[in-house]
Nanobody
Framework: QVQVTESGGGLVQPGGSLRLSCAAS????????MAWFRQAPGRQREFVAAVTWTGGTTMYSDSVRGRFTVSRDNAKNTVYLQMNSLKPEDTAVYYCAAGYYSRSPSQYAYWGQGTQVTVSS
């Protein structure tokens, strides 16, 4: 049974930092690309960042490039999203997903339950 579980969300002030973690278990192969998406109230789920299986290639949305960093540790079956210089518009539920290396949520087969990130003073 595949499980994808996010953690690390919370309340942070504008300009602050958070690190999200995503633990993946039950995948029959390490050869899964991983991504982060987010969804704010009343908005569609949007792509944030993705990392290939080796961790050697990453991509980001324009809105987070330069502020967020995605990485993975295959020995721990964990993916990270380091978020710096957070803005109120980053407030959303953040989801981790496993699948093909893509910006489209339809290319990801497995999803976590999400973790809330709130940026507010």
């Amino acid at each position: 049974q595949v499980q994808v579980t996010e953690s690390g969300g919370g309340l942070v002030q504008p300009g602050g930092s958070l690190r999200l973690s995503c633990a993946a278990s039950g995948l029959t192969s390490s050869n899964w690309h991983m991504a982060w998406f987010r969804q704010a109230p009343g908005r569609q789920r949007e792509f944030v960042a993705a990392v290939t299986w080796t961790g050697g290639t990453t991509m980001y949305s324009d809105s987070v490039r330069g502020r967020f960093t995605v990485s993975r540790d295959n020995a721990k079956n964990t993916v990270y999203l380091q978020m710096n210089s957070l803005k109120p518009e980053d407030t959303a539920v953040y989801y981790c997903a496993a699948g093909y290396y893509s910006r489209s949520p339809s290319q990801y087969a497995y999803w976590g339950q999400g973790t809330q990130v709130t940026v507010s003073s």
